[in-house]
């Protein structure tokens, strides 16, 4: 058969339309696919054209409404635009755009096609000379950042990364583009509101506030949370907001806050965002923690009462250099943000609480990332690469431990390649030459080639290309050994063995890493007898550390110990922190106890954030 090149063109021309989704919806079909196009080379999950016109400034006037869930806004941004520019391009997901303006004057806008997982672009005709645009919208009711708490204690909070800032702001919603702004809202009297941003520590009589970023920040970074809080100092540049209930127990479990950040502006320099605060959410938020500049968003499920679990707000911490100062330019990069920030997280625990604990921390996530490795190198080797593949892919698919875990062990490596002090030299000047600005893998490469890895005997030594375009955990991989845990896996084969009986465990010896050890390595056949006598005589399921106790209560799923059982369910009816949702889930579906599991879903989804519904529905085969 013969086919003419120009139907050879014309089918592949199909193809690309069908696989980027675009042209099938009535407006400028061929603009957005040029769109696509430009974008591909850069950011993937971006529509939005910073070459051509590129957003500096944000100011965000809106106002709040629990009773629709309905944030009504007008965005005026200061842009600065190339000498052709046509036009400036903004993402926008499930957004209800009402208006737009440019220099005061009402033009034309279109709205593309709407993608999978990155919306739709928002194309506004500009000339080179224009200085100002603004756009009326108002956000949907299932607006992918949004939760929303109502009734008696309404509580609304944002989680934009990696890319739902699109769904409650028109913006650039790509990494690399960076811009300062101020906001002017009006949330419920009652309530205060709280930004990325300089923020108030009293609530105002009328529900009115207004921000001030002026750092330039990338949209991920954008974030709001509006609800009955209170705010408690720490130190001279740290404090904590929490809702009334909770502020006591938040002042006790961060008071470290300050020791923390001095430690790390020790180790790699000053802090550049004045002040360091953290905020307690309620237990729907979807992560431990979030780095928003300023002000840490965090899950309640650190409070443990013992400050046992201040290692997350080390990593958060961590971020105000790796990531916020110095940001991945694609999601791709990811693991110049997280990697970067495990690795400087470790150092502020070492510096702090002491190498055994840091030494334990990192064995656990030694543990963490091999079982991990494991998993994926069964579905898709090439996601065990540090610089990832998230092209046409849900980005939220890179928070793995690859990014995190693998990419502390390449910073390890390098640490133990070139000795301590040449690396937080090295480390010390990478933020200071880059900070508020971008970096991605291939920069990377060439700055470490630059100034760290400088001759042929050590680029040998660390075979970058393995760790960072190779799957699973190269060879030279550091080892971390810590004499504690080794300790508690002999304790676990005596215990397991029946040569140590229970009431003689070591349990009230352990910190959590301990108990975590022992609970997460426990065989899948312990029996129920068994189970039952942990718990008797170590009160397990009434712990307030919730690492250990969902170590607990994955073990209680696969051993079928069911008086764990309404437990679980009150666990994962009030706590929707994905990385204890997803292995609960999965453990019920792999023991054939799906049903319980769709029960407790079925009750808890309503409470879910948007994150959580996401991975779990999958999981689960929920549909609609
Ligand atoms: N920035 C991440 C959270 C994130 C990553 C949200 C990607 C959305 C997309 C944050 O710094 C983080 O890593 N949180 C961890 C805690 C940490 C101690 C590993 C979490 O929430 O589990
Ligand atoms: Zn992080």
Redesign the pocket.
């Known amino acids: 058969m013969k086919i003419s090149p120009l139907k050879l063109l014309s089918f592949l021309t199909l193809v690309y339309l069908a696989f980027t989704q675009c042209g099938q919806n009535e407006v400028q079909s061929n603009k957005s696919s040029t769109i696509l196009e430009m974008k591909r080379a850069t950011d993937h999950h971006s529509y939005s054209r910073p070459e051509e016109s590129v957003v500096k400034h944000l100011n965000w006037n809106a106002s709040v409404d629990f009773s629709t869930r309905v944030i009504s806004a007008t965005a005026t941004y200061d842009i600065e635009s190339s000498d052709n520019a046509e036009r400036i391009i903004l993402d926008c997901v499930d957004l209800n755009i009402l208006e737009v303006f440019v220099d005061g004057e009402a033009v034309n806008w279109e709205l593309g096609p709407v993608a999978p997982f990155i919306g739709q672009p928002l194309s506004i005709p500009i000339k080179a000379s224009s200085k100002q645009i603004s756009v009326s919208y108002e956000s949907s009711p299932e607006a992918g950042a949004l939760l929303w708490v109502e009734g008696e204690n309404p509580f609304l909070f944002t ?1 934009s ?2 890319i739902l800032a699109r769904t409650w702001v028109p913006c650039q919603d790509s990494p690399g583009v960076r811009f300062t702004y101020e906001a002017h809202l009006d949330v419920p009297v009652g309530t205060m509101a709280l930004m990325s941003a300089v923020n108030p520590t009293e609530q105002t009589s009328d529900g009115h506030y207004d921000f001030v970023m002026d750092q330039p920040i990338p949209s991920y970074l954008l974030a709001l949370a509006v609800g009955n809080v209170e705010f408690r100092p720490i130190g001279e540049h740290t404090g904590v907001y929490a809702v009334p209930e909770l502020i006591e127990a938040a002042e006790y479990e961060f008071s470290e806050m300050e020791d923390l950040l001095v430690a790390a502006e020790g180790l790699y320099g000053k802090y550049a965002w004045e002040r360091y605060d953290l905020l307690v959410l309620p237990a729907a938020f979807p ?5 928003n500049p300023r002000l840490t968003f965090a ?1 309640p499920t650190i409070i443990a009462g013992d400050r046992s679990l201040v ?2 707000v080390a ?2 911490l961590a ?1 105000s250099w790796s ?1 916020n100062l110095v940001t991945n330019a694609t999601w791709d990069d ?1 693991w110049l ?2 990697g970067f ?2 690795y400087f ?1 470790q150092r502020i625990m070492e510096a702090v609480y002491g190498k055994e604990i840091s030494e334990m921390l990192a064995t656990l996530s030694y543990q963490g990332l091999v079982d991990e490795v494991d998993q994926i190198m069964d579905v898709n080797p090439d996601d065990t690469h540090l610089k990832l593949h998230l092209q046409n892919r849900d ?2 698919d890179g ?1 793995t431990a690859i990014a ?1 875990d693998k990419g502390y062990f390449f910073l390890r490596l390098l640490e133990e390649t070139v000795g301590r002090d040449a690396f937080d030299a090295f480390l010390k000047a990478y933020f200071e030459t880059h900070s508020f600005s971008v970096m991605d893998t291939d920069q990377f490469i060439a700055y470490l080639k630059e100034n760290l890895l400088t001759n042929e005997s050590l680029l040998n030594q660390v075979n970058m290309d393995a760790w960072i375009f190779g799957a699973g955990l190269p060879p030279n991989c550091p080892t971390v050994g810590s004499q504690r845990i080794e300790r508690v896996d002999s304790v676990l084969s005596a215990w397991q063995a029946g040569t140590m009986p229970t009431e003689s465990l070591p349990w009230n010896d352990w910190v959590y890493q301990e108990r975590y050890r022992f609970l997460s390595n426990l065989n899948d056949d312990t029996s129920a007898d068994r189970m039952k006598e942990l718990d008797e005589n170590w009160k397990i399921s009434q712990t307030g550390n919730n690492e250990v106790l969902f170590a607990w209560l994955e073990q209680s799923i696969r051993s079928h110990y069911e008086p764990a059982y309404s437990r679980l369910e009150q666990f994962l009816v009030s706590i929707g ?1 994905r ?1 204890f949702l997803t292995p609960l889930y999965k453990a019920m579906k792999e023991t054939n106890q799906s049903d319980m599991a769709m029960n407790i879903y079925t009750q808890a989804r309503p409470s879910y954030h948007s ?1 959580a519904t996401g991975t779990m529905d999958e999981l689960l085969g929920w549909e609609n």
């Open positions: 989680q990364q990696a992560f431990g923690g979030m780095e899950t290692s997350l990593h958060e971020h990531g990811f943000n997280e920030t495990v997280e980005p939220d928070m995190y922190r990385k994150v």
